[in-house]
C-alpha cells in the first residue's frame, strides 16, 4: 500500500480542496416572450419559441 513520506502541508491541502465550495449555478434566463424561466441556448417548452421564432406548437394538457 502506499504510504505519503512527508506530511501533506495546509497550503497544499487547502490547494487542493479549492473547487469544494464551488455550487453548480444553471444557466437559465428568462423568456422574453412568455416570461417563464428556461435555460439559456435551449427552447423555451413552455411557449415553443428560440431566439424569437416559433420552433414547435404546444400542447394543452
Do not use: I
Not at 15 to 21: G, W
Not at 40 to 49: D, E, I, Q
Amino acid at each position: 500500500m502506499a504510504v505519503p513520506k512527508r506530511k501533506t502541508s495546509k497550503t497544499r491541502r487547502d490547494k487542493r480542496r479549492t473547487h469544494d465550495a464551488l455550487q453548480f449555478n444553471a444557466a437559465v434566463e428568462r423568456c422574453p416572450d412568455c416570461g417563464e424561466w428556461k435555460e439559456r441556448h435551449h427552447v423555451c417548452m413552455s411557449c415553443g419559441t428560440y431566439r424569437g421564432k416559433q420552433v414547435f406548437e404546444v400542447q394543452e394538457v
